[in-house]
């Protein structure tokens, strides 16, 4: 069965530009969340979404936006970007109702802002 | 705030010695407390948990210790093997019923390597 699949790997962008980063999740599993990983700050929950709802928000700012569609297949979005929105970007999928902490990760999504 | 933290934020040792890695929590609501690794350029991968009435749980050359009462977490790996060198996160997680689906709590991480 393939694991979780984050498009795209690599990308740069600039600052003031916007991004989406695209996750498809384990099949089965109705249940997507975001994390934000980078070498200060560690790993950081971002949102997590069920059934195309937002079921759960971390504490970042309202330039980090997501949604899920009816496959289950997730985007999030980073508006105005800022040098500090260079990260790994990390989607992981699971159930959805079972909720033990085991998660699937998919490898990431590096963005970089120049 | 609620954080999950790490001793030692790095381990060496050698091929087939038995390695620990040590957590402090703080959160006490947590319901459940999970072991990751992530390997370079990979996501982290689940590797075992435990629910908050547990005190310890074995997997397949692991073992994972929870002390309610000093808030300490630690993995033991059996055997290490030069493919167990990673970063090891700890992590908690508050399970179903509250607003904590898919949302975890994670410590800074150990790296852990391992000499042939």
């Known amino acids: 069965k393939a694991g979780v699949t984050q498009t795209p790997r690599y990308l740069i962008k600039t600052r003031g530009q916007q991004v989406t980063l695209s996750c498809s999740p384990i099949?089965?599993?109705?249940?997507v969340s975001w994390y934000q990983q980078t070498p200060g700050q560690g790993l950081q929950f971002l949102f997590e979404?069920?059934?195309?709802?937002?079921?759960n928000k971390g504490n970042f700012p309202g330039r980090f936006s997501g949604r899920q569609f009816s496959n289950s297949r997730s985007e999030m979005n980073v508006s105005t970007l800022e040098l500090g929105d260079s990260a790994l970007y990390l989607c992981a999928s699971s159930l959805g109702y079972r909720d033990t902490g085991e998660l699937f990760f998919g490898e990431g999504s590096r963005l970089t802002v120049l | 705030g609620e954080s999950v933290g790490l001793h030692l934020p790095t381990l060496s040792v050698q091929e087939g010695d038995n390695s620990i890695i040590n957590c402090a929590y703080s959160n006490s609501a947590s319901d459940y407390f999970i072991w990751y690794k992530q390997e370079s350029g990979k996501g982290p991968q689940f590797i075992i948990d435990i629910r908050s009435n547990m005190d310890k749980r074995q997997g397949q050359r692991v073992t994972v210790l929870l002390n309610k009462t000093v808030k300490h977490l630690s993995l033991q790996i059996a055997a290490t093997q030069p493919g167990d060198s990673a970063v090891y996160f700890c992590?908690?997680?508050?399970?179903?019923?509250?607003?904590?689906?898919?949302?975890?709590?994670f410590g800074q991480g150990t790296i852990l390597t391992v000499h042939p």
């Open positions: 099949s089965g599993h109705r249940s």
């Open positions: 992590a908690e997680n508050r399970g179903a019923g509250g607003t904590s689906y898919g949302k975890l709590t």
């Open positions: 979404y069920f059934s195309e709802t937002q079921r």
